[in-house]
Protein backbone atom coordinates (compact mmCIF):
# COMPACT_ATOMS: atom_id res chain seq x y z
CA UNK A 1 0.00 0.00 0.00
CA UNK A 2 2.79 2.49 0.44
CA UNK A 3 3.36 2.81 -3.19
CA UNK A 4 -0.50 3.69 -3.88
CA UNK A 5 0.37 6.65 -1.09
CA UNK A 6 3.42 7.79 -2.48
CA UNK A 7 1.83 7.99 -6.21
CA UNK A 8 -1.04 9.84 -4.60
CA UNK A 9 1.40 12.36 -3.11
CA UNK A 10 3.11 12.55 -6.22
CA UNK A 11 0.09 13.64 -8.16
CA UNK A 12 -0.95 15.82 -5.71
CA UNK A 13 2.45 17.18 -5.63
CA UNK A 14 2.28 17.48 -9.84
CA UNK A 15 -1.14 19.15 -9.50
CA UNK A 16 0.16 21.82 -6.85
CA UNK A 17 3.33 22.72 -9.27
CA UNK A 18 0.93 23.30 -12.40
CA UNK A 19 -0.79 25.35 -10.02
CA UNK A 20 1.94 27.78 -9.23
CA UNK A 21 3.26 27.51 -12.71
CA UNK A 22 0.01 28.53 -14.10
CA UNK A 23 -0.02 31.56 -11.47
CA UNK A 24 3.70 32.23 -12.94
CA UNK A 25 2.33 32.15 -16.55
CA UNK A 26 -0.24 34.92 -15.26
CA UNK A 27 1.96 36.86 -13.85
CA UNK A 28 4.77 37.40 -16.29
CA UNK A 29 1.63 37.73 -18.87
CA UNK A 30 0.48 40.65 -16.80
CA UNK A 31 4.29 41.95 -17.08
CA UNK A 32 4.85 41.21 -20.85
CA UNK A 33 1.19 43.50 -21.23
CA UNK A 34 2.70 46.25 -19.31
CA UNK A 35 5.64 46.04 -21.40
CA UNK A 36 3.87 46.03 -24.63
CA UNK A 37 1.43 48.35 -23.10
CA UNK A 38 4.61 50.73 -22.47
CA UNK A 39 5.78 50.95 -25.77
CA UNK A 40 3.06 51.37 -27.65
CA UNK A 41 1.76 54.49 -25.82
CA UNK A 42 3.11 57.27 -27.71
CA UNK A 43 3.76 55.25 -30.83
CA UNK A 44 0.33 56.60 -32.34
CA UNK A 45 -0.81 53.02 -32.02
CA UNK A 46 -2.85 53.86 -29.14
CA UNK A 47 -5.13 55.51 -31.44
CA UNK A 48 -6.19 52.35 -33.52
CA UNK A 49 -8.99 50.73 -32.53
CA UNK A 50 -8.95 47.29 -30.70
CA UNK A 51 -9.62 45.10 -33.29
CA UNK A 52 -7.54 47.32 -35.68
CA UNK A 53 -4.67 46.84 -33.39
CA UNK A 54 -4.67 43.36 -33.37
CA UNK A 55 -5.23 42.70 -36.98
CA UNK A 56 -2.33 44.82 -37.41
CA UNK A 57 -0.58 42.98 -34.61
CA UNK A 58 -0.92 40.00 -35.84
CA UNK A 59 -0.55 40.33 -40.10
CA UNK A 60 3.35 41.82 -38.52
CA UNK A 61 3.84 38.80 -36.43
CA UNK A 62 3.15 36.61 -39.87
CA UNK A 63 5.52 38.72 -41.33
CA UNK A 64 8.36 38.99 -39.21
CA UNK A 65 10.36 41.71 -37.95
CA UNK A 66 12.62 42.48 -40.89
CA UNK A 67 10.25 41.48 -43.03
CA UNK A 68 7.53 44.38 -41.45
CA UNK A 69 10.17 46.69 -41.03
CA UNK A 70 11.25 46.65 -44.59
CA UNK A 71 7.51 46.55 -46.01
CA UNK A 72 6.71 49.40 -43.83
CA UNK A 73 9.59 51.78 -44.55
CA UNK A 74 10.25 50.42 -48.32
CA UNK A 75 13.95 50.10 -47.42
CA UNK A 76 16.09 47.09 -46.15
CA UNK A 77 15.71 47.53 -42.68
CA UNK A 78 17.43 44.06 -40.90
CA UNK A 79 20.27 44.41 -38.89
CA UNK A 80 23.19 43.17 -40.65
CA UNK A 81 22.04 46.02 -43.39
CA UNK A 82 22.69 48.85 -40.54
CA UNK A 83 26.33 47.84 -40.64
CA UNK A 84 28.75 50.19 -42.12
CA UNK A 85 29.07 49.12 -45.71
CA UNK A 86 31.44 47.19 -46.32
CA UNK A 87 31.26 45.21 -43.30
CA UNK A 88 28.89 42.72 -43.94
Not at 13 to 19: P, Q, T
Not at 33 to 51: P, T
Not at 72 to 85: Q, V
Request: net charge positive.
Amino acid sequence: MPRNRSAIAALQKLEADREALDAKQRELEVQAARELGEIILGSGLENFSKKGLRKVAEELGKLGEDAAIEKLTGRGATRASNAAPGTQ
